[in-house]
């Protein structure tokens, strides 16, 4: 029987989501056992216009050429994962979203702005296509994808964790960076999945898996005023990955067409 099929896109990103699957090791081996990888460039594989079951894509869409290529990348794809925080919510290019005047930030970054080609905003691509399963973090957990992949492919919905890595940290025997030593961890209004990487190394976490569920920002925000952080700085920190983070909708299983968006 043909193996089911994978490929990972690359968009406007760092390549770390990318490197973080590949960091799997033996497990990527073993993942390849299972999955024919029929695109993933970073591992030196190159079909771009493969048709596959599974799409794994990093990154956002910034260019009109990345408009282009999303919408095909969704029409040879069974199902479409974003893959962290760039592909999920737009990421910390997003931050450009923020301003008023869109274009101001290319004069004050580049000398010769006539090379610039790209969008006035950066958008996570479920603003551009349908997104099977969105998967957060910066980078991304690989044993969250590996789980989300193989979900997919026996047909049932992956688990969408959206409980505060508050939980996660509590359960892996932490001791709280806020509590005890008044950093501004980001946790209790984060969601969980990363196991609590920052806080087990003794720093705050800064929010890279998105907003969790319930959670009470008012609260998390006058804590962080009264460590000392001026209400600007404390608000900026919601804000840093990322900027342009809406409301995920609803969970959704789309049956898997071929249908672009
Ligand atoms: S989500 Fe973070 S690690 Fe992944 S590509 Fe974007 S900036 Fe890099
Ligand atoms: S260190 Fe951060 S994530 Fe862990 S319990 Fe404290 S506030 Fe929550």
Redesign the pocket.
């Known amino acids: 029987m043909a193996k089911p099929t994978l490929a990972v896109h690359k968009f406007s ?6 490197l ?1 699957l590949l960091n799997m090791g033996p497990d990527l081996l073993a993942l390849a056992e299972q999955l024919e990888i029929k695109h993933f460039a970073e591992a030196g594989i190159v079909n771009e216009s493969a048709p596959v079951d599974i799409a794994l894509v ?2 956002s869409v910034v260019t009109a050429a990345d408009e282009t290529r999303i919408r095909e990348v969704r029409a040879n794809s069974r199902y479409l994962i974003s ?5 999920t919510s737009g ?2 290019q997003a931050l450009k979203n923020l301003a008023e005047d869109p274009s101001a930030w290319v004069g004050q970054l580049y000398p010769q702005t006539e090379f610039i080609d790209s969008l006035d905003r950066s958008h996570a691509l479920k603003a551009y296509v349908r997104v099977d399963f969105e998967l957060w ?4 957990n690989s044993r969250q994808v590996v789980a989300a992949a193989g979900q997919l492919l026996q047909g049932v919905s992956p688990v969408d964790n959206r409980e505060k890595l508050c939980l996660e940290c509590k359960r892996a025997g932490q001791v709280c960076t806020l509590v005890t030593r008044g950093e501004p961890c980001m946790g209790p209004v984060t969601r969980a999945g990363c196991g609590a990487l920052c806080p087990a190394f003794g720093r705050a976490c800064y929010g ?1 898996y998105g907003e969790a569920e319930l959670s009470n920002g008012d609260a998390l925000q006058r804590r962080l005023e009264g460590l000392g952080l001026a209400p600007e700085r404390a608000a900026a920190r919601f804000r840093l ?1 990322h900027p342009d983070q809406q409301q995920q909708d609803p969970l959704q299983l789309s049956g898997g067409d071929h249908d672009p968006a």
């Open positions: 990103s760092c390549d770390g989501c990318q973080a990093e990154g893959m962290g925080a760039c592909a990421g910390i973090g910066c980078p991304v890279c990955i």
